[in-house]
């Protein structure tokens, strides 16, 4: 089966930086859309940023300007480059992702998510 494992979380204070990384295990799988989503204590989930096939990003405008998801095709993995963090970035990130397993494509693939905690 295709799992999608992120890592990278952590404790940091605000005004510092985080590299989070999405990689897919298990079965061959070919990321072609990925994304990452966001959990703070006691809300709803919310997107964070998106990234296509063809390499367009889209952020949530909470994130945009501070935050970067690029995809790194050899290695098959996702990844949410965050600066200048602020308190209210503090939640559980999950990475999200759709691609290509043997001759099917997969959709709505989600990772367990990683912690990130930003103090103030």
């Known amino acids: 089966q295709v799992q999608l494992v992120e890592s990278g979380g952590g404790l940091v204070q605000a005004g510092g930086s985080l590299r989070l990384s999405c990689a897919a295990s298990?079965?061959?799988?070919?990321?072609?859309?990925a994304g990452w989503y966001r959990q703070p204590p006691g809300k709803q989930r919310e997107m964070v940023a998106g990234i296509s096939s063809g390499g367009s990003t889209n952020y949530a405008v909470s994130v945009e300007g501070r935050f970067t998801i690029s995809r790194d095709s050899a290695k098959n993995t996702v990844y949410l480059q965050m600066n200048s963090l602020k308190p209210e970035d503090t939640a559980v990130y999950y990475c999200?992702?759709?691609?290509?397993?043997?001759?099917?494509?997969?959709?709505?693939?989600w990772g367990r998510g990683t912690q990130v905690t930003v103090s103030s």
């Open positions: 999200t992702a759709d691609g290509y397993s043997s001759v099917y494509y997969l959709r709505d693939l």
């Open positions: 298990g079965s061959r799988f070919s990321i072609e859309v």
